[in-house]
């Protein structure tokens, strides 16, 4: 999370007047630029004159060939129109798919685009936030989430379904993996209707087969690193 | 909370510096990109334990704010000195609380709390309440009990589909915060910013930033505007609630009254000022709908006519 918070100028021996360049400043309230919109965000930063926490911090991962890539780190979206394009960055999906997925007519999506500030209809939202929510939890603990789930027919199929509980289950046994050492909690997401029972089967057939006992009520909980621990 | 506790508007009410303006009014065709109430606390401390803050938020509900996630705030500091101008910057770690779909948040650092939201409907109730609620849990988890400075900021946008250029806001806009717009180059202006800072008193003061810009993927160009206001109060002070909520209350009646002075007349009639009924009349909490043709918005509209 962005914040800025510029306090005001300290000025201890009375001399601001005597540098031209600089002015006594009165501290501004703190504003989460990360929850306005985009455009917003730009113009307040600029209108700051200051340097606040970069919005994308790469870190450098290495491909197969050795050659250091970077990734890019989205921000988290703070209008629809973002939102679809975080899920679109997030997967390395093309727009029409997100749309697809999460339920969202592409003639509405475009409405949104014309008319920035208008508040789009709840129903007319579809799974979008349910799917940015589930998908920044998975990408704290996942080092690649593009390519795990362009890798993963099931996962993939899942999303172009609009499956979200069934997408984190197979994030979850994905960990289960590759992590044994951490204990999974799968996040609720309060959405029932994409077979949830048919995961919790899984899932048991799952822990039977590696002796895991089945977690009984997710619960998700990150550590301060942004990772998701799995319960034991 | 968004009027004293006998429904009579009180010295609270009366915006800061003198300024007259719509003290009890609803603004209802602007967009509120981002209100924001802010608590900064005298403090040392560098880190807000999580168990604290899990108290804070199981206190204001967690199906209230779904999402409990930490955050870091990166604060910079300017000291002048006869060596020159070093900007100092230190990190504090906290935590935020928000809604399922994060329009509303609330910051908890060691010394700060912020509710910030995109969903304004009104102080009270968008600002007012959920700020007496969370500092009263917060003091509570923490012991902070001195005030160092009280704020309020709007984030206003305002938007036309007919504003083609920054030159359209020129007579929406009074003159002394529209800049270039008046005058022999506005033609020529793609981009104007202005920033003034007041002093209201001997401790409070405010800020207006205002200008145009070009709305990102809009073909052809539309230029919206945007009115940022800060006001705020920094004066230490022992937390009492009662009076922080008072002074967080004139610190609103402020806001309005100085967004008043920065939009014309006739474009803040535009927007439909509509009253708002006092609390011990049924219906309170829903403005009455007049239209702005209407003798007594009229009257609210006149400068020094209005009272609280």
């Not at chain 1, 504003?31 to 926490?53: C, P, Q, R, Y």
Request: proline share 7%.
């Amino acid at each position: 999370m962005t914040l800025l918070m510029p306090e005001q100028t300290v000025d201890p021996f009375g001399i601001v007047g005597t540098f031209p360049a600089k002015f006594k400043r009165a501290a501004s309230s703190t504003v989460n630029i990360d929850l306005i919109a985009g455009e917003i965000h730009d113009v307040l930063v600029a209108w700051e004159e200051m340097t606040a926490s970069p919005v994308h911090s790469p870190a450098t991962l290495h491909s197969g060939s050795g050659t250091p890539k970077t990734e890019v780190r989205l921000r988290y979206p703070s209008t629809p129109v973002e939102a679809v394009e975080y899920v679109r960055g997030l997967l390395g999906v093309s727009q029409d798919a997100v749309l697809a997925a999460v339920g969202v007519a592409q003639r509405t999506f475009f409405g949104w685009k014309k008319t920035p500030s208008s508040r789009p209809r709840a129903a007319s939202l579809g799974r979008l936030w349910l799917m940015v929510e589930a998908l920044t939890h998975l990408q704290g603990s996942h080092p690649n989430l593009a390519a795990w789930i362009h890798s993963n027919p099931d996962a993939y199929r899942a999303f172009e379904a609009g499956q979200v509980n069934r997408l984190v289950q197979l994030e979850m046994e994905w960990v289960v993996r590759h992590e044994p050492a951490h204990t999974p909690h799968a996040p609720r997401f309060g959405d029932l209707g994409d077979g949830l029972a048919v995961s919790e089967d899984v899932v048991t057939q799952e822990a039977e087969e590696t002796n895991i006992p089945a977690p009984s009520v997710p619960t998700l909980r990150s550590t301060p690193r942004g990772r998701t621990r799995l319960p034991r | 909370m968004e009027q004293s506790v006998s429904g009579i508007p009180d010295e609270w009410d009366v915006p800061l510096g003198g300024l007259e303006g719509l003290a009890r009014v609803l603004l209802e065709r602007t967009h509120v990109e981002a209100a924001v109430a802010e608590v900064r606390f005298v403090g040392g401390q560098r880190e807000l334990s999580e168990a604290a803050a899990a108290r804070v938020w199981e206190g204001l509900g967690t199906e209230t704010y779904p999402v409990f996630e930490p955050s870091t705030q990166t604060i910079m500091t300017v000291t002048i000195s006869p060596a020159g101008a070093e900007p100092v910057q230190e990190s504090q770690q906290g935590w935020m609380l928000a809604n399922s779909d994060r329009t509303t948040a609330v910051t908890l650092l060691p010394s700060v709390v912020v509710v910030q939201t995109r969903d304004y409907q009104r102080y009270s109730t968008s600002l007012g309440g959920p700020l007496a609620k969370v500092l009263a849990l917060f003091t509570e988890a923490t012991g902070a009990s001195r005030v160092q400075r009280l704020g309020l900021r709007y984030v206003n946008r305002l938007t036309d589909p007919a504003a083609s250029s920054p030159a359209f806001w020129r007579d929406h806009i009074r003159e002394p915060f529209a800049g270039a717009l008046h005058g022999p180059v506005a033609h020529l202006v793609t981009g104007v910013h202005q920033q003034v800072q007041l002093q209201l008193d001997e401790t409070a003061g405010a800020r207006v930033q205002s200008g145009a810009f070009e709305e990102q993927g809009t073909v052809p160009p539309r230029y919206s505007y945007l009115v940022d206001l800060d006001v705020f109060r920094e004066q230490a002070s022992t937390f009492e609630r009662t009076l922080c909520a008072n002074q967080m209350r004139q610190l609103n009646r402020t806001a309005l009254a100085l967004f008043a002075k920065v939009l014309s007349r006739q474009y803040l009639a535009e927007l439909r000022p509509v009253a708002v009924p006092p609390s011990d009349t049924p219906g309170y909490g829903f403005a009455s709908r007049k239209s702005v043709g209407d003798e007594s918005t009229e009257n609210a509209l006149k400068e020094g006519e209005f009272r609280p």
